[in-house]
DNA sequence: ATTTTATGCGCAATCGATTGCAAAAATAAA
DNA sequence: TTTATTTTTGCAATCGATTGCGCATAAAAT
C-alpha cells in the first residue's frame, strides 16, 4: 500500500482548475487538446510526481499489457533461453512478462494456466508438461479467443500458433550420421512418446533407420522421463546387453550426460566402443569430456519470435489470419562423443 | 479482448434477482451471507462460468498480488535458479511474479523497475546491475515504503532487506584453499569493485593473503566484466608474465572455464602447473575436465527465502520490523581444478 | 452582423469488485 | 401482540483512467 496518497489525474484537475477528462487527454497527448493546456499539464504532472494508475487504465481498456508465460522450469538452460527471448521482445512492445512453472506436472500446469487467465493476461506462451494429456485448462484460453501460442512441446487437440523445431529432421539428422559413421546397433532413449516433439524425434530416427537398411530392434528403443537417473538406469539396461549398441541416441543432454558418466565408471570409451549423442546443447555439453555431440534447439529465437507472434495476434485481435505452425531449423553439433 | 461478454457479479445478481453486493458477498464466504444464499450464488457462479475480474478487485483493494524481478539475465543459472525458488514460494501465496531483465545496464534496470513501480507491483526483489552506481529508479519503492529487497547484488544507499551469501567467507576460504594446497603466487580476476559481493570477496581474499604472510602483488590483481572475453583477456595477461600465478581465483565459472580452456590451447597444466577456483557452480563446472573448483550458492533457497521475506513484508505492511541483512553460507566445492 | 465551422473543454457514464452504513426481514423476548 | 434483537440484504460511493457526446467559445465564411 502507497503511504503517499496516490496523485490522481483528478487531484492534478483541482490543482489546475479543469476537468479530469481534460487531464487525462492532455497526458496522452491527444489532439483536442491545445498545445498550451497539453503543455501545461503535463509540466504540472511532472511537478507532482504523477504516476498514472495501470490498474485502472486496464480495468477500462480490458487489457493487461501483459503475457503469460508456462513452462515446465525455469532453471533450465532451454527455457531460460526462451524466456529471455519473450522478456526481450515483450519490452520493446511495453508488454509484461509473467512466468509460471508447471514442474511437469499438469495439475500445477492447469492452476497456473487458470490463474493467468484469471488476471486477464492479453495471451499465454506455453510449453505444456510432461504428463499434459488433456486440454481443458487450455480451452479456457482458445475458446474465449485469447491469443494462446505454444512452443516446442504443444497440445495436438488445440487450433493455435505453434513455434517448434524441426524435431523429425532433427531425429533423422542425428540417427542418420551415426549410421554414416559406421553404427550397426542404434539405440534410441526416448521421452514420453505422448509428446508430440518425441514422437516427431522417433519418425526421424525410425526413417532414417528404415533408409538405410538398419533394422529397428525392439530392445535398443527405451522410454523415459528423460531424468538423469531415469537416463542413467535405461543406458545402463542398453549396455548389459549381450549384443550393446555402439551408437546412442540419447533424448536430451541430460540423459547423454549420464550416460557418459557410466561409460567413464565403467571404462566404456566414448565414441570407439559408443557413439553418443544428445539433445537441446546445454551449456555443459561443449565442455564435457568428450564434448557431447547435440543439436542445438535455437531458444533465444523462439522466445523472441513467439513473443512477436503473439504480440501481433494482440493487437490484430480480430483479424482472421489462420494459425501458423512455424519450425525452426535445428543444428546437428558434432562433437567428440560422435566423431 | 474477451469475445464471450464477461459474467460479472451484476449479471449473477440480475439473474437471481439480488443485488452485487450479495453476491460479491457470497463468493467470498462472508458470514454476514446466509448459508442458502452462499449455496445458490456460489452454484449461479458455476454455472454460468464467472470468473472474478481480478484486476477491478485489485483497483479496489489498491493491491496486485504480484512480485516484480529484476535481475541481469535470465538465462544465467544463478538466476534462473534464484527466480524458480521465488516463483515457487509466490505461488502457495497466491502471488505472481513479474520477471524483468536488465541485461547489465543501468538505463534498462531503470526503466524496468519504473515499470514495475507503475505496474503496482506489491514488492520488488532485485539483483542490480553492473553498472547500477545511483539509487534514484531504487528510491521509488523504498521512499514509498513499498517492500523492496535485495539479493547478491545491493545497493548500499539504500536501507532495505536483503539476502546475500558471504562473499567475504567466500572468498577467504577459496584463498585459504589455494594456499593450504601450496599456491605462492595468487591471483584474482576481480568483476567490478562497484559491487559489494566483489568488494567482499575481494577482502576476504586479502585477509586470507595477509593471515598467511602470502604478498600482496599488485600484477596479479586483474578487474573485469567477467564476461568471457574479458576473463580471458585477463588470464591471459597473468599467464604471460615474467612469473606467472600458480593459483588464480576467477570471479566466476565463466571466466574459470575460459581460463581452462587457454591452458588447454596453451599445454598449462591444471592444477599442476596452475590452480583454478571459480564462482558460481554452474550446471558445467562439474563435468568439464579438469573439473571445476569453485563456491556454491544456494540459488533456489535464496530465491525461495527473498520471496518468503517479501511477502511477509507485503502481508504487515504496518508492522515496524527492523530491516534484515541474511547472509546464507556458501559451500567450497573443491573438484579437480585445483585438487 | 449573422451563420457556419473548428476548436477546446467538461459532464457523466463506464470498467467490475468491494464495503460502510442503513434498511429490511427474521427471530427472540417481553 | 408489541418491542427488542439479531441476521440478512441492498444502496451507493469508491478505486482511477477513459471516452462518447454535447456545450461553449473562437475563428472563418457569408
Redesign the pocket.
Known amino acids: 500500500m502507497?503511504k503517499h496518497?496516490?496523485?490522481?489525474?483528478?487531484?492534478?484537475?483541482k490543482e489546475?482548475?479543469?476537468?479530469?477528462?481534460?487531464?487525462?487527454?492532455?497526458?496522452?497527448d491527444?489532439?483536442?487538446?491545445?498545445?498550451?493546456?497539453?503543455k501545461i499539464v503535463q509540466q504540472k504532472a511532472i511537478e507532482m510526481g504523477?504516476?498514472?494508475?495501470?490498474?485502472?487504465?486496464?480495468?477500462?481498456?480490458?487489457r493487461t499489457m501483459t503475457l503469460g508465460v508456462v513452462v515446465p522450469r525455469i532453471d533450465r538452460y532451454f527455457f531460460a533461453s526462451v524466456i529471455s527471448g519473450i522478456e526481450d521482445y515483450a519490452w520493446t512492445e511495453g508488454f509484461n512478462v509473467i512466468i509460471s512453472q508447471s514442474n511437469d506436472l499438469l495439475i500445477k500446469e492447469a492452476n497456473c494456466v487458470t490463474n493467468l487467465y484469471n488476471n486477464r493476461v492479453d495471451g499465454l506462451i506455453i510449453s505444456i508438461s510432461m504428463q499434459t494429456d488433456e486440454d481443458k485448462h487450455l480451452r479456457l484460453f482458445s475458446e474465449n479467443h485469447i491469443p494462446l501460442l505454444f512452443f516446442d512441446r504443444y497440445c495436438s487437440t488445440i487450433e493455435s500458433d505453434r513455434i517448434l523445431v524441426d524435431d523429425f529432421d532433427a531425429g533423422y539428422k542425428i540417427t542418420r550420421h551415426l549410421i554414416d559413421r559406421g553404427c550397426k546397433r542404434i539405440a534410441y532413449i526416448a521421452g514420453p512418446g505422448m509428446l508430440n516433439i518425441y514422437k516427431n524425434r522417433k519418425a526421424g530416427f525410425l526413417k532414417a533407420l528404415e533408409e538405410s537398411g538398419v533394422p529397428v530392434v525392439e530392445k535398443y528403443l527405451e522410454e523415459t522421463g528423460l531424468t538423469k537417473e531415469e537416463g542413467r538406469k535405461a543406458f545402463s539396461r542398453l549396455m548389459t546387453l549381450s549384443d550393446p549398441p555402439d551408437g546412442v541416441f540419447c533424448g536430451n543432454d541430460t540423459t547423454a550426460l549420464s550416460a557418459l558418466e557410466y561409460c567413464q565408471e565403467h571404462r566404456v570409451r566414448v565414441p570407439e566402443d559408443v557413439a553418443l549423442v544428445g539433445f537441446s546443447d546445454e551449456p555443459y555439453s561443449a565442455v564435457v569430456t568428450p564434448s557431447l555431440s547435440t543439436v542445438k534447439q535455437p531458444g533465444y529465437e523462439i522466445g523472441y519470435l513467439a513473443a512477436q507472434k503473439i504480440i501481433h495476434r494482440i493487437q490484430n485481435i480480430n483479424s482472421d489470419e489462420p494459425f501458423e505452425q512455424i519450425e525452426l531449423p535445428t543444428q546437428l553439433i558434432i562433437r567428440n562423443s560422435s566423431k
Not at 5 to 13: D, G, R
Open positions: 502507497r496518497s496516490e496523485i490522481t489525474i483528478h487531484n492534478l484537475a489546475l482548475k479543469i476537468s479530469a477528462s481534460t487531464v487525462s487527454r492532455a497526458l496522452k491527444n489532439v483536442r487538446i491545445s498545445e498550451k493546456t497539453r504523477y504516476r498514472p494508475n495501470i490498474l485502472a487504465a486496464n480495468l477500462r481498456s480490458k
